[in-house]
């Protein structure tokens, strides 16, 4: 089993930013992958950005250029810095942990982001 806590969230204002951490416990060996999603109100989960074990990193469209996630690997740490945050990035924000060889998915309990206008 792996274990993942959240932490960072809140409320900013358009053009701000936050920096969310995800801290990983357990079976961190089995891990390939690590990311976050985010699901906002109405509307299917996402994906956000995922960095894999050896630092290939992958973005959605609509964050490139603004969020930069980060893995230390010595921490069982991924981070996600989110800058020039907008309204449209309001979501509950969840880290994500894929097993190898199985890709079954671990996930935190989820992070409140919300940006006012």
């Known amino acids: 089993q792996v274990q993942l806590v959240e932490s960072g969230g809140g409320l900013v204002q358009a053009g701000g930013s936050l920096r969310l951490s995800c801290a990983a416990s357990g079976r961190i060996f089995s891990i390939n992958a690590m990311g976050w999603y985010r699901q906002a109100p109405g509307k299917q989960r996402e994906l956000v950005a995922t960095?894999?074990?050896?630092?290939?990193?992958n973005y959605t469209d609509s964050v490139k250029g603004r969020f930069t996630i980060s893995r230390d690997n010595a921490k069982n740490t991924v981070n996600l810095q989110m800058n020039s945050l907008k309204p449209e990035d309001t979501a509950v924000y969840s880290c994500?942990?894929?097993?190898?060889?199985?890709?079954?998915?671990?996930w935190g309990q989820g992070t409140q982001v919300t940006v006012s206008s």
């Open positions: 994500n942990a894929k097993q190898m060889f199985t890709g079954y998915d671990y």
């Open positions: 960095i894999t074990n050896g630092g290939v990193r």
